[in-house]
């Protein structure tokens, strides 16, 4: 199981590329892992707001569906358009052709409440 | 503290996410639910089912005494054969549905769902109690077998493998009892997958030699390990009905298109007088198969709507792994059954296109 260092994560499950105040938002390596095969993926569009703590989209295996939730709060100015078409890419390339939305960030305090590798990893650990 | 099968080790050994079903800790998948459901309708899957129950009956009135708690008419059974039934309240709801195995006309072995073994058991002594079937002795004998389905249009061939029994004398719901991978099992040519297959019931301490012995006699022919989610898809496909999705005590057979094992013309069954009156009466609902025509995944409990009104819910729903299309089974308002009829599902905010389509989903 993959935690690349650079990113930041969520105890939701979430990935975070933080490059100024443009963050990539996925899920985890771990969560794909969770899910199984993921069959379906509803993301928001360009120009919506998301809210820390909320969900903004949803992943569907064939057994569940998870909503995923906004790990910061800002407008999604970038849609992965692709992974709807090809859901399966989840599973296969969670970190880069599965990234899900970018987001301009409001509120930039908000990426210090995220943890970074090391902790996620014994998050999960301790799960 | 949840039960396990004697094939817990394999579990573990094989890496499959285990979960709780029924009271039971199971495998759900070990691969992934879409190659394990493929591999079954490509080739073969083997699947843990020790956590369904066995119920034994016996003596003089065995047969008499199972005319009167089963919808289906048990005098067509021969001996060597099974009868897929199902029992009824008074009121006409599903207490359970089950398969009846005849040994001979004095000796049955009915097969039932886990979580309800124990609720069946204890309806099947309150019937006795009050019926005049003195003779008839009954007796929850779970613990005495293990279960393993193996299923798939390779089933077999792998099978043929093991065993001297000769296997294409057991035709389709016919049972015998040989030896696989020398261990005494009852080979039934049975199945909830809609693939050609064999379930094999034997001795709990067996379970593991046979289990061990099928994977690597198939394994070069595809024969995977698959779990309940597999399971759960591959059923769903063939539209089978599961217990708590689409027969409960506030369905009736009736409803749940079970008409072709509800026996009415039988003098006499538990359940019978509500089911002919709903007959008479018309059926209220019934269940249908649907096909979603726009992307999506319908659930379990998702609202069914016609031309913008409420019509009923869906009762199970995934993605097909065969179609890769959403596909559904629902209890929908009695008069909405033609095949062709657009429907709609709710699936969150959205009301996504559905029609009712032939069942099984998937054509063999």
Known sequence: ?127 | MLKRTPLYPAHRELGARMVEFGGWEMPVQYRGVIEEHLAVRHAAGLFDVSHMGEIEVKGPQAEAFLQELCINDVHRLVNGQAQYSAMCYPTGGVVDDLLIYRFDGEHFLLCVNAANTDKDFAWIEEVLGDCDFSAVKCRNVSADFAQLALQGPAAATLLARLTDTALERITGYHFYEGLVARVPCIISRTGYTGEDGFELYCHPEAALTLWRSLLEVGGDDGLLPAGLGARDTLRLEMKYPLYGHELSPEISPLEAGLGWITRLEKPSFIGREALLRQQQAGIPRRLVGLALTEAGVPRAGYPVFHQGEAVGVVTSGTLSPSLRQGIAIALVRGDLGRVGTPMEIGIRQRRVAAEIVKTPFVRK
Do not use: C
Not at chain 1, 29 to 37: C, T
């Open chain 1, 1 to 127: 199981m993959e935690f690349p260092e650079d990113l930041k994560y969520t105890e939701e499950h979430e990935w975070v590329l933080v490059e100024g105040d443009l963050v990539t938002i996925g899920i985890t390596d771990f969560a794909q892992d969770s899910l199984g095969d993921v069959v379906f993926v509803e993301l928001p569009e360009v120009g919506v707001k998301v809210e820390a703590g909320k969900p903004f989209g949803v992943v569907e295996s064939v057994k569940a569906v998870s909503d995923i939730y906004a790990p910061v709060t800002g407008e999604v100015v970038e849609v992965n358009e692709e992974l709807p078409e090809t859901p399966e890419v989840l599973n296969t390339s969670p970190y880069e052709d599965g990234w899900m939305i970018k987001v301009r960030v409001s509120d930039p305090g908000e990426l210090d409440e995220l943890l970074d590798a090391d902790e996620y990893r014994e998050f999960i650990e301790e799960d």
